[in-house]
Structures are given as structure tokens and as C-alpha cells.
């Protein structure tokens, strides 16, 4: 018996950090961690690698997708559709790898109705002025965006004990060290393992 794999999704409002975070963890973890990558309509930034960072979409592509039932989440935000390809995660999962994801709160929430042993994690700045800070520095955002942006932060802060943890992200180095040890935890938990180990001992009898 395979034991199935654990989802770990990350999430937190615009500017929180989310993709920074998820860059210094990937190669702290182990290879049978394997990250997901999201479909997004909004343009590249600078430096964003076509399915490394995102797989880059027009609305008419995506919303193709969600017609199609391929989408395991996704969610419109600030004007651009965002989502996690299904089939990608629901057989990695089979093969009893882990699976990392880095999606909007919106889709975060769409995917513990659908794997409610999920883990969730929020990841929160340690102020909204370092919230603003971080969002006017990507030097990417008009005046209408950035206000969008830091107006629903509030908002989706509100959504946080729909969470299993919080992590602030002051310094990424700590908050990565954060993210690793509640996945450690989560892997060797009884809950999760019990039916594995379950299934063990029937075979040895």
C-alpha cells in the first residue's frame, strides 16, 4: 500500500510574501515535495519563467479550463483569473508524494472542500505598512491596482482561522524554517499515518 501523499497549500494576502517564501523553501525540502505550478491571466513580471512560475493564460484559455472541469481550484483576483491544474495534484498525490501549492486564499479555501486533510497555511506580513512597503516595491502595480490590493488585505486577514497555522514572515529564512517544521509535523502526525500503519499491521498477521 502506498501511503497517499500530504497537500500542503500556502497562502496570505497580496504582498505577504507567498512566492518569495515558497522560492527559499523548495530546495530545503525533500524531493518527494513537489510543487505545483499555478495557471495565471495576468502578465510575467520581470524574470517569471513560463512553466517554472506560472503557466501564462489568456481569460478565454482559462475559462476554457474551467469548463473543461480541469481546474482544482481557482479564483478571480484583482481583475486576472488565477487556478491549479486538477490532474497534475490528484496524481502526484496517488503516487504518495507530497504536494506543495502557492495560491490566493480564494483557492485555498476551494481546495479543503475538496481535500479536507489538506494542510493550510496563512502567511501574514508582520505589519500593513510592510504590507504597503512590499507591494509599491514591486514597482509593478498602478495607482488602481495598489489600491485594490491593499484595501482587500484587511479583508482576507479576517479568514485566518479557516487556517491550521499562521506564519508572520519578517525574515524569510525564519519563515521558511516555520513552513518546514509544520510540514515535518504534519508527516509524522498519528492521524495521518494511522490507516498506513493500520494497514501494516493486517498485512503481517
Not at 53 to 60: E, G, H, I, P
Not at 89 to 112: D, Y
Not at 131 to 158: C, H, Q, V, W
Amino acid at each position: 500500500m502506498v501511503q497517499k501523499g500530504l497537500l500542503i497549500v500556502l497562502s496570505g494576502p497580496s504582498g505577504a510574501g507567498k512566492g518569495t517564501v515558497c522560492k527559499a523553501l523548495m530546495p530545503h525540502v525533500t524531493d518527494n515535495t513537489k510543487l505545483s505550478v499555478s495557471c495565471t491571466t495576468r502578465n510575467p513580471r520581470e524574470g517569471e519563467i513560463e512553466g517554472v512560475n506560472y503557466f501564462f493564460k489568456s481569460k478565454d484559455e482559462f475559462r476554457q479550463l474551467i469548463e473543461e472541469d480541469q481546474m482544482l481550484e481557482w479564483a478571480e483576483v484583482y481583475g486576472n483569473y488565477y487556478g491549479t491544474p486538477r490532474r497534475y495534484v490528484e496524481e502526484t498525490l496517488v503516487k504518495g508524494h507530497n504536494v506543495f501549492l502557492e495560491i490566493e486564499m480564494q483557492g485555498a479555501l476551494q481546495v479543503r472542500k475538496k481535500f479536507p486533510d489538506c494542510v493550510l497555511i496563512f502567511l501574514v506580513p508582520p505589519s500593513l505598512d510592510e504590507l504597503k512597503s512590499r507591494i509599491l516595491g514591486r514597482g509593478s502595480e498602478t495607482e488602481e491596482t495598489f489600491n485594490l490590493r491593499f484595501g482587500a488585505a484587511a479583508d482576507e486577514m479576517k479568514y485566518i482561522s479557516q487556517y491550521d497555522y499562521v506564519v508572520v514572515n519578517d525574515q524569510v529564512e525564519t519563515a521558511v524554517e516555520k513552513v518546514r517544521a509544520i510540514m515535518q509535523a504534519e508527516l509524522c502526525s498519528v492521524a495521518r499515518n494511522l490507516e498506513y500503519y493500520n494497514s501494516l499491521i493486517q498485512e503481517g498477521k
